[in-house]
């Protein structure tokens, strides 16, 4: 019987360099989060079921969990959350009466789908989400706010780690709602979901869906008519208009995505399209809503997602409207890194492996290590006394470009070049390049 291990598809695992690009990439967005003032908080890892079943077409992913050992009638029955919006609104409720209004929040964590794993989709995965939460109103503003931070550290993903570019694609509920509203549609949101699915079932398969709902050929015709409709600017409210639909909703919903549209061409040229098939099957979003690609990675699908959700979180009371966009870091990275394209210089943070002359002077080592550590410098000390050769080699297997030989005033060889040079422990530093593992691109 063999007694090797098989994977477990749809949990991706990373080696060392993995996760040092895994790391970096996280390291990235917390910063650039925090740089625009929202705040960390992480959830629990479930939710009671019946909260995570009732948002949208998700009741078939939702992994159950439950006690080994529960009584069989016990009735406390969770679920492991499959996105970071149901948690938090639950968190703003719990902790409404503690947070400073309008919210602001990023949370970097977990979930789980019990989908069936490919490119891009997985069963466990990252994802790194921002919110902003009012209390009882929320300024429109604030949409094109999210999206904004969302595409400045995609930008700085891209350029400072070789990630490949994006484009935005944008939509407004508003103005789906309003348009099939105009054309006497029954369930709009139901229209909305089938639409949704274009990317996967194309045209003919969301026809064959609005049939089954009801709708007639003409209707049918008008709603593929306004999800082809996709532009750079803002010449898509004429193309609606030409539709020959007008009415209220249908008008704040082309005002809102035009301003969303002018404010993120202005920052981010190229980087936005107003793309009317994005639809985003959950039922909680009532405005802004977008879906973020890499044009040269379409098998990956949607990498960033988000929108308005204005009725979310309520207490019965009092509601919290708010907007979001969430990233898909394992989406994105895990495909990338198995495929090779996203790397590390080296497996281990340490730039320096501080050689033993001899088990009885590993203390002199000791000390030099904790010297180089005291000042931010990553390294090690040899696992054994063997001649300095063999230490070397074990510098070269492990990724390590530097080898420490003597006491606090010794020497540093790169092992790269060969190059040897007087050292002293309280003041040497490898060059910028080397002092931590770097993120590079095949």
Partial sequence: MSNRIAPLSGYPEYTPAGRIVEQRVVDMLRETFELHGFAPIQTRAVEPLDQ?????????????????????????????????????????LENAGRLAFPFRRYQIQPCWRGERPQEGRYREFWQADIDIVGQGALAPHHDAEVVLVMLEVLERLHDDLGLPSVVMH???????????????????????????????????GVSAML???????????????????????????????????????LETGLH??????????????????????IA?????????????????????????????????????RQTYPGVGISFGITRVLAPLIAKGTLGATRPVPSAVLVA?????????ADGVAAALRARGVACEVSPNAAAYGKQIRVADRRGIPFVWFGGQSGQVKDIRSGAQVDADAATWEPPAGDARPRVVVA
């Fill in 211 to 249: 049939a089954a709902l009801g709708l007639s050929a003409g209707q049918i015709d008008a709603v593929l008519a306004l999800a082809s409709i996709a532009t750079p600017d803002e010449a898509f409210i004429e193309r609606v208009r030409a539709l020959g639909v007008s009415n209220e909703t």
């Fill in 170 to 204: 944008a939509n407004n509920r508003l103005l789906a709602q309003g348009f099939y509203g105009d054309l006497g549609v029954a369930d709009p949101l139901a229209v909305i979901q089938a639409v949704d699915k274009l990317p996967k079932i194309g045209p003919d």
């Fill in 280 to 316: 985003r099957g959950l039922d909680y979003y009532t405005g802004s809503v977008f879906e973020v690609v890499m044009p040269d990675y379409p098998s990956l699908g949607t990498i960033a997602a988000g929108g308005r959700y204005d009725s979310l979180a309520s207490d019965g």
């Fill in 52 to 92: 995570l079943a009732r948002k949208g077409e998700i009741t078939k992913e939702v992994y159950v969990v439950r006690r080994l050992h529960a009584a069989e009638d016990a009735t406390d029955e969770l679920g492991l959350h499959y996105d970071l919006t149901v948690p938090f609104a639950r968190y703003v």
């Fill in 256 to 277: 809102e995505l035009a301003g969303l549209m002018e404010r993120v061409a202005a920052r981010f040229p190229g980087r936005i399209v107003a793309d009317l098939a």
């Fill in 356 to 364: 033993v002359d001899a088990e009885e002077t590993r203390g002199t």
